[in-house]
């Protein structure tokens, strides 16, 4: 940039910055692994408990902190509300949501 306009200031311009994840789940496995606990749940479960149940497979449960473990959830909950209809729905009404496999 500053060959063709030596006066450009650069620091204008934002660093890209990467994602950083999580310890225990690579990218674009969080669902897979939230459809394998749906699996062998018997009924409904929150985003929470398929998150704890999750980590719980991994044998990683005691290592998640409160911030961590907050922060999976809520990646697991966006991941079945952006399938919710193809793979998962929503059972019943209220918060926290249920969610169960189509059967």
Do not use: C
């Not at 897979?32 to 704890?52: F, Q």
């Not at 729905?89 to 926290?96: C, S």
């Amino acid at each position: 940039i500053r060959l063709f306009d030596p006066n450009y200031n650069v620091r204008s311009i934002a660093v890209r910055r990467r994602y950083k994840g999580n310890a225990w789940f690579r990218r674009g496995t969080l669902f897979r692994h939230a459809i394998d606990v749906l699996k062998e749940a018997r009924g409904p479960l929150t985003a929470r408990e398929i998150t704890e149940r999750m980590l719980v497979a991994r044998g990683a449960r005691d290592d998640a902190s409160p911030r961590a473990l907050r922060d999976l959830a809520a990646g697991v909950l966006s991941s079945l509300q952006n399938n919710e209809g193809k793979t998962v729905i929503r059972v019943g009404e209220g918060l926290p949501g249920r969610w169960q496999l189509i059967v």
